[in-house]
């Protein structure tokens, strides 16, 4: 989580200005190896929309 904030704070570094610019990241952290890659991506995908509802400039992060 921490590297999805420092990305974060570099793209609104990168992109400052009118308009601004913020980002909603999804982080999905593997703890079963039998996580395929499908299922790490729909689950990053899933966590950066619920980072998009929170309001923006968010970091969803979980774990499968």
Do not use: C, N
């Not at 990168?14 to 703890?31: D, E, N, Q």
């Amino acid at each position: 989580s921490a590297a999805a904030t420092r990305l974060g704070a570099g793209i609104r570094t990168v992109f400052r200005g009118t308009p601004s610019v913020t980002a909603s990241i999804g982080v999905v952290s593997a703890l079963s190896t039998a996580a395929t890659p499908d299922d790490l991506r729909r689950r990053a995908d899933q966590a950066m929309y619920e980072a998009k509802r929170s309001g923006k400039d968010r970091v969803v992060q979980v774990a499968i």
